[in-house]
C-alpha cells in the first residue's frame, strides 16, 4: 500500500472557496494522523504474523489456537494495506464541540486516542441519522468524496448556528435521511452500499475454516 504523504486534499479550482486553511486544516492535521497510525499499524501486524508463523503451532487446541491468530492477523492486515485515510468517510462536531471521525473501520493511535469510529459502531450512528428534526446532539456534519486516495470534495451540513463557524457553505445534496428503515437519498445508498459491498468482500469469516474433526479409530 502507497500512504498519501502528500496534501489529501485535491480540491479542483471550482471549489477553491472550500480549499480555505480555515476550513480543512484540522482535517489536514487529523488524516496525517490516521496516515501514520496506518503505517505503525501495518508494520506491528507484520512483525506479530512473522513472529506468530515461525512459532511452534502445538498440538491439539493450542494447534487451533495457532492457525486462527495466524488468520486473524493475516485478514487485518491485507484489510489496512488496502487503505489511505480515505477510510475516513466523515466527521461529525457535537453540540458539545467534540469532533469525531466516522470510519469503514476502527483505528485508534498508540496512546489509545479514537482517530476513526467504526461506522458500524453506535457512537457512528448521528452521522447517518441525524436530521434538521432530530440532530442527534450534533452541531454539524461533514462528509467526503474521495478520488484515487484524495479528497475532490466535501459537504458540509449544520445543525446549530454555532455548526457554521468553520464549515463550508451548506449543501443541500449532502443531506441524509434519519431513520434505517426510511426511505435514503441516493448519496447515503452510495456510501452504505459502498461499506456493504467492501465489507463483504473481505469479511474474516468468510475465510474462516472450520477444523475438521478427528476419526476416532476403529477397533476390530
Same mark, same amino acid.
Given at each position: ?19 480555505? #486553511? ?33 512459532? #511452534? ?42 469532533? +469525531? ?59 446549530? #448556528?454555532?455548526? +457554521? ?45 472450520? #477444523? ?9
Amino acid at each position: 500500500m502507497t500512504l498519501l504523504n502528500t496534501d489529501p486534499f485535491a480540491l479542483p479550482d471550482a471549489l477553491s472557496a472550500k480549499s480555505d #486553511p480555515a476550513l480543512i486544516d484540522a482535517d489536514r492535521a487529523h488524516f496525517a494522523a490516521i496516515e501514520q497510525s496506518l503505517e505503525v499499524t501495518i508494520a506491528d501486524l507484520r512483525d506479530r504474523l512473522d513472529a506468530t508463523l515461525k512459532a #511452534p503451532g502445538g498440538i491439539d487446541r493450542a494447534a487451533m489456537d495457532h492457525d486462527e491468530e495466524i488468520h486473524r492477523l493475516g485478514v487485518r492486515l491485507r484489510t489496512l494495506r488496502r487503505y489511505t485515510p480515505d477510510l475516513c468517510l466523515g466527521r461529525v462536531v457535537g453540540t458539545n464541540g467534540e469532533t +469525531l471521525y466516522v470510519g469503514r473501520l476502527g483505528l485508534t493511535d498508540r496512546t489509545g486516542a479514537r482517530l476513526l469510529l467504526d461506522w458500524r459502531s453506535p457512537a457512528a450512528e448521528p452521522f447517518f441519522g441525524a436530521t434538521h428534526a432530530n440532530p442527534m446532539g450534533l452541531a454539524s456534519r461533514r462528509r467526503y468524496r474521495w478520488t484515487r486516495g484524495r479528497i475532490s470534495d466535501y459537504w458540509d451540513e449544520v445543525f446549530t #448556528p454555532e455548526g +457554521l463557524e468553520g464549515h463550508a457553505a451548506p449543501d443541500d445534496q449532502s443531506a441524509f435521511i434519519a431513520t434505517p428503515g426510511s426511505n435514503r437519498s441516493p448519496q447515503m445508498r452510495d456510501v452504505l452500499g459502498t461499506i456493504r459491498a467492501d465489507q463483504g468482500r473481505h469479511h474474516p469469516c468468510r475465510f474462516t475454516r472450520r #477444523p475438521r474433526r478427528r476419526r476416532r479409530p476403529r477397533h476390530g
